[in-house]
């Protein structure tokens, strides 16, 4: 984890060193251990160092190439060392120093614009190329790493926060409304807009070139739709799952200190430990020192304490028990530091975990985020089943899950993938269900076309299954690139470089590729992963049906932030329904109280209105004086009151 910036005026002005600086320092939590800045006339490149790996000690970034003609600013760890470096010296291109950041930029060297194809792992960067006059700038496959930009045909502006763009004073702070629409109606589908109108993130697994000609996207990765992976037998998929787990967990081992590991005493984190504990004892990995944080929930049906007791039982591990605290008077702090949405309470109640690695010495965390991803299974195996005349597993599916779900949303969610698009269309039209949820304001809604935006999805592809095209659909959505960011954003406010093995595309390549019977099998979720990890986890943790939901985090955050009392004046009352809203707390209050897991679906809807109010109410401030007060007013005439005009046209 380090920050990044790149500026470049278009115009060939001269950039004035102070403001690159400034805006580099604005992120100077993500790299506490040093700052660096190349300028050269109207191009600037900035960074912000976290030393997290054995290299990174010998790293000084801008990192520039013997000519002088190339410069890079690098958040991110290369995975691949070994193979790259072969393959580089191959070519004949020998490295000077052995960093991630000369392993980089050799492969633009060797490879130019292709060169994200060869570099695994986690990374966002730009490339100043001197001899052809133009900045590259790459994002690794999911969006691990943030990279955000601006251009206004004057300046081209990027970095790894929102905050460093809305300091360069060209750039104006203004809503984009069409993606505030999105997040009020929890589906988040664009990966490339930010709440801000002007500013853009580059999508996972895209380049970016800025030159004479103009600006050039590109995507250099996908998931690979028509692999089907087939063996004859259980102990062959478990094999090759170990496989690719291991290197997955070893490469991410790389640490110049000790490193720490989430263990929620789930499935997934307690395969993560595992793994490393694996690697340790056979010294497959060096190991400078391993410790666990733990959430502890005493007392509460959401604590896992016997599941992560009994992990660190099996492996002898240190480890540390942390008490929630109360997370959500940070989340309008978060605000003002980033300038974005705030976490999601089941983020943010992980902050006290994260301050006590910290404290610990750890810069290095190992997570079992996208275990859920891409292993997971969820309501498409019924609809494969059906298409395939499976009749028997179909219906020991449905008895087995029915009283959980009830009839309606299996049947539901089993024939709608089945109906044509133009189906769902016209089923959406005579019930007036546009997919607009009602506490959105329905000028707002038509204003901004909510109802297109909701229904746009990625183009039609090949699917082999609808297992595989669930999938597929949730790693290019842009709810996948937003929380993949706010979990990043979350430990990098503590100086925590996050790594996650599940998402390791190698990994993500053979997921893509299983048959269901190996993600479900009867009962028992992600089969292929409890084959695979039958000597590396408890049998309680491995044949564990159970998972812990957090759904009472939220409830619990309404009204730490002032219950009712929070939707009584909404400013962004032009955007949703009051009435509405007022209505759907006071429902999920109600079932809340009552025990009600009814609840659980109205915090959701809630939370995205109460964190929309909140980001609008700190960044724009409409009522804490007559100035901001006369300038939202502005804002209201020139941009709202406008398009209601020209929606009616």
Not at 126 to 148: E, M, Q, S, T
């Amino acid at each position: 984890m380090s920050g990044i910036l790149a500026l470049w005026n278009l115009d060939g002005q001269p950039i004035d060193p102070r403001l690159p600086q400034r805006l580099t320092d604005v992120v100077a939590h993500r790299g506490p251990d040093g700052a660096g800045l190349w300028v050269h006339g109207a191009v600037a490149l900035g960074h912000r160092m976290l030393y997290s790996t054995p290299e990174s000690l010998q790293e000084k970034q801008p990192f520039r190439d013997e000519t002088g003609n190339l410069c890079l600013t690098l958040d991110g760890r290369v995975d691949n060392r070994t193979e790259l470096r072969s393959a580089l010296e191959e070519k004949g291109l020998m490295l000077r120093t052995g960093t991630d950041a000369e392993l980089v930029l050799r492969a633009y060297d060797c490879w130019g614009e292709d060169c994200p194809k060869h570099i695994l792992g986690d990374f966002a960067f730009v490339i100043w190329d001197g001899r052809n006059r133009r900045l590259f700038c790459a994002r690794d496959h999911v969006g691990a790493k943030p990279f955000y930009y601006y251009a206004d045909g004057h300046r081209f502006l990027c970095g790894s926060e929102l905050r460093q763009l809305l300091e360069h004073p060209a750039v104006r702070r203004e809503p984009n409304e069409g993606m505030v629409g999105e997040y009020l109606a929890c589906s988040i589908t664009s990966q490339e807009e930010t709440l801000y109108r002007g500013i853009f993130r580059l999508p996972p697994a895209h380049t970016l070139t800025v030159g004479p000609d103009g600006f050039q996207k590109k995507q250099y990765w996908n998931l690979d739709l028509l692999r089907e992976i087939r063996y004859r037998t259980d102990d062959a998929y478990a094999e090759h799952f170990s496989h690719l787990f291991r290197e997955a967990v070893r490469c991410r081992l790389r640490s110049h200190g000790p490193i720490g590991a989430e263990l929620s005493g789930g499935l997934d984190s307690s395969s993560v430990v595992g793994m490393a504990q694996s690697l340790f004892r056979e010294s497959a990995a060096p190991d400078y020192g391993f410790e666990t944080f733990s959430l502890v929930f005493p007392g509460l049906d959401c604590d896992e304490s016997i599941y992560i007791d009994d992990v660190r039982r099996l492996w002898g591990i240190t480890s540390s028990s942390v008490p929630p605290d109360n997370p959500h008077a940070s989340a309008m702090q978060q605000i003002q530091q980033h300038m974005d949405f705030p976490d999601y309470p089941n983020y943010s109640m992980f902050d006290p975990l994260l301050v006590a690695a910290r404290d610990r010495g750890i810069r290095v965390s190992l997570t079992g985020l996208g275990g859920d991803d891409w292993l997971g299974g969820g309501f498409p195996p019924y609809t494969d089943l059906l298409r395939e005349g499976h009749w028997l597993t179909l219906l020991r599916e449905i008895r087995q899950d029915v009283g959980d779900l009830g009839f309606r949303s299996i049947f539901k969610q089993m024939l709608a993938p089945l109906l044509p698009r133009r189906i769902h269309h016209a089923y959406a039209w005579a019930f007036k269900r546009n997919g607009v949820p009602p506490w959105i304001d329905a000028g707002f809604a038509r204003r901004v076309h909510l109802a297109e935006r909701l229904r746009e999805r990625p183009g039609e592809r090949p699917f082999k299954s609808y297992v595989q095209q669930d999938r597929f659909l949730l790693y290019r959505s842009g709810e996948q690139v937003h929380s993949n960011e706010m979990a990043e954003r979350s430990s990098s406010r503590f100086g925590i470089e996050s790594r996650h093995p599940f998402n390791d595309r190698r990994f993500m390549e053979f997921a893509i590729a299983l048959p269901q019977e190996q993600r479900r099998r009867g009962a028992h979720m992600k089969f292929v992963l409890r084959q695979a990890m039958r000597d590396l986890l408890p049998e309680t943790v491995r044949q564990r049906l159970t998972k812990a939901e957090f759904s009472h985090t939220f409830a619990q955050a309404f009204e730490s932030l002032g219950g009712e009392r929070l939707f009584r004046r909404l400013a962004t009352a032009t955007w949703v329904n009051s009435e509405q809203t007022r209505g759907l707390h006071r429902q999920m209050a109600h079932l809340y109280s009552q025990n009600d897991p009814g609840y659980k679906a109205l915090t959701w809807p809630l939370w995205m209105i109460v964190g929309i109010e909140s980001w609008f109410t700190r960044i724009f401030n409409p009522s804490s004086s007559a100035t901001e007060s006369s300038s939202y007013r502005s804002y209201l005439q020139n941009h709202v009151m406008t398009r209601q005009s020209e929606s009616t046209l």
